[in-house]
Structure formats: C-alpha cells, structure tokens
C-alpha cells in the first residue's frame, strides 16, 4: 500500500531548504525511543549487525509524513505522523489518516480523532509510545489520547480556553499513569495517573526528545539547524528540572539516549557521546556527516541512529556498521525517528515526492 510525506515540522527545516541543500548539508561521505521501554542488560557480548530490510511508502504524495514509531513486537507495530491518500476517482481523502498499522504481513490505516477543550477531530499525530499492546500513547501536540486494546480515551485537556500547560511532541514514561511529555517553547508536562501538571524548563527552545534510564530523565531541547540556533538538556526529576552541561556538542541537536551512568549519546550535527554527566562531550569522527535525528537502543551493544537521506548506522558493543550506500539506498528524504525492540528496527519519515517511508529490519 503506497502513502505519503512532510518534511519534519517543527523539527525540521522547511521542504524549499531541503530540496537545494539536500538536507542540512551533512552529506560529504556515507543521524522515549517511541515505544516499549527495553530491557537495559547491558551484556558484555555483541549482537550481530545482519538484517534484512523491507522498504515500505505510505501515501499517495501531498506531504505525508512520519513522526513517531512504537514497536510492541514484530507483528505490532504503530506508526503515526499524516498520511494522504487518494480514492478511487483520484481525489484526495479528506481528512487524512494519521495512524498505520503493521500486524506482520501488511499496513492498515487509521484516523484518529483527538478531544480538546473546546470539542474533537482531526489533527496530525505526532507522537506514539507503547507500553504494552493494550496500552499506547499517541498525541497531536495538544492532544495525548490513550489506547486500552479497544476504545481510545482523551487524558484530560492540554490547554482549557487561553490556560495552556504545554504540549506534547515526545513521550517518555514508565507507564501511562506515569508519563512525561515535552514540547513546543521549552514545555515539560507530567501526567499523573489523573491531571497534567507543568514544569517549569526554563527556556523557551523547542524541545526534540526525552530519555530516560532508572531514574534518570534528560531532555534536550533545540531548533535543530534553523536558524537562530539554541541548545539546551535539562534533567528531570520528579517536577524539578535543572540544566546539565552541553560542553562539547553543537547547537544543532535532534535526540538522546542513554544508559544511566555508562553511556549517553546525542545526536544531531555528529553523533557525540560521554561517559558520566558533566564531562565534555566527544564527537564519534568514525561516523558519515549525516544529522542525525534519532537513536534508539535496548543495551549499549544494540544501538541504531538514523537521519539524513536515509542514514541508517547499528552499535554492536563494538563496530559501527553503516547500512548506508551498502545495504540500502540513499533517500530523497529523512528518517524522522528509529526504534528497536527484540530482532526488529524501524525507521519512520518522509520523502520529497510526498510520501512516507518505513524501513523494517528484521535480525
């Protein structure tokens, strides 16, 4: 089934940008987590970087795009962002999906109405996390509506008339009584089981993930390569929020993840990592000049990063393979997000004819 693409909102650079620089210019030589929160064994041993890859387009062009993945397992696997599709006289639907489905053999499409204050309908997605395949998350920004396996619930109102705590663009959570979201304009908002409450960041950058591991939660925030540029990562404890050093990194950043107190990576403008919080953080010279807009792990020898023009790159606990020029093909697009679980990977994005893309990878 073919479906469609958008480049990044606001998250990325606008589609004219894109198309005469072919993405952020990081092309000179070959880039939470949405999902189920993995296991962290950490095993001394590596995991293998052979995968066999499907390629999938969602969308029949007008700008569909995917945000956000969450794998539940191989044979469940939400996807979410704006997909257009045409009928059968060769008008476009209206409104568009914003949810696709994969059950293992094909993608089923959905529209998801979500509920605000002041009444329902639709909107793009923009955010999926899964805790398990009766209870998933998915947001439109202003909208967080939860999943029980068979009806969907609104979690209370984001905003109620000009009162607005915040709003949603990533999830990271524990569970869904137990969950927090970042945003838009430096937003950090808590859902506790029963009622949002906001913390207050400090910034008013654009948040781009969260992260986190144990008890540790960091957030970064960042209005990736437009322009004027900021950085900022923030750790979260609780409803307290205070800054953390970003000595070393550019100010183009796009994503974490970590495993508290062996390893944390971000990425964006390079893929830089650090040992402890608060050293300076170190670039990984051995990786292609791509942004990298995403990193997913279930240990620290299971690693993936995606990005630019489909830059797809697995850790094993020890080498780097990039799949790259290789294995898969170089884009005329983004992966927007990656996420790994078991033996499968995703990647999620948009292409500049309009359509979207999911890679799965199965090991």
Request: net charge neutral.
């Amino acid at each position: 089934m073919k479906q469609n693409a958008r480049l990044f909102s606001y998250r990325l650079i606008p589609p004219t940008f894109f198309l005469s620089l072919l993405y952020f210019a990081f092309v000179s030589s070959d880039c939470k987590n949405g999902g189920i929160v993995p296991p962290y064994d950490n095993k001394p041993d590596t995991t293998s970087h052979n995968f066999t890859w499907q390629i999938d387009t969602l969308g029949d062009g007008n700008g569909s795009v995917l945000y956000d993945v969450a794998i539940i397992d191989e044979n469940n696997i939400w996807v979410v962002g704006e997909i257009s599709m045409k009928d059968s006289q060769g008008n476009w639907i209206n409104p568009p999906y914003n949810i696709a489905r994969w059950n293992g053999q094909q993608w089923s499409l959905q529209r998801l109405s979500f509920v605000w204050d002041f009444g329902s309908g639709y909107a793009r997605a923009e955010a999926v996390f899964g805790f398990g395949g009766n209870d998933i998350l998915v947001s439109s920004g202003g909208s967080v509506m939860r999943w029980n396996g068979s009806s969907w619930t609104n979690l209370s109102f984001l905003c109620q008339g000009t009162n607005c705590l915040g709003s949603v663009y990533r999830i990271w959570g524990q569970n869904s009584a137990d969950f927090y979201g970042v945003g838009l304009s430096g937003s950090i908002v808590h859902w506790s089981g029963s009622n949002w409450q906001k913390l207050e960041s400090g910034t008013t950058v654009d948040f781009q993930d969260i992260w986190g591991s144990g008890t540790e939660i960091l957030a970064v925030a960042s209005y990736g390569t437009q322009i004027p540029q900021s950085l900022k990562m923030l750790q979260i404890n609780g409803m307290m929020v205070t800054e953390v050093s970003t000595a070393g990194l550019p100010l183009a950043v796009g994503a974490i993840w970590f495993t508290s107190g062996k390893k944390y990576y971000v990425g964006g403008a390079g893929l830089f990592s650090i040992e402890a919080p608060g050293q300076t953080w170190k670039e990984d010279t051995t990786q292609a000049l791509y942004y990298v807009s995403s990193i997913a792990g279930q240990g620290l020898n299971d690693i993936i990063v995606g990005g630019g023009l489909g830059h797809l790159s697995h850790y094993n606990g020890s080498t780097w393979k990039h799949y790259l020029g290789t294995e898969l093909p170089r884009l005329e697009g983004n992966y927007h997000r990656v996420s790994i679980r078991n033996q499968t990977v995703v990647a999620v994005g948009s292409l500049a004819n309009g359509k979207a893309i999911v890679t799965i990878a199965k090991r």
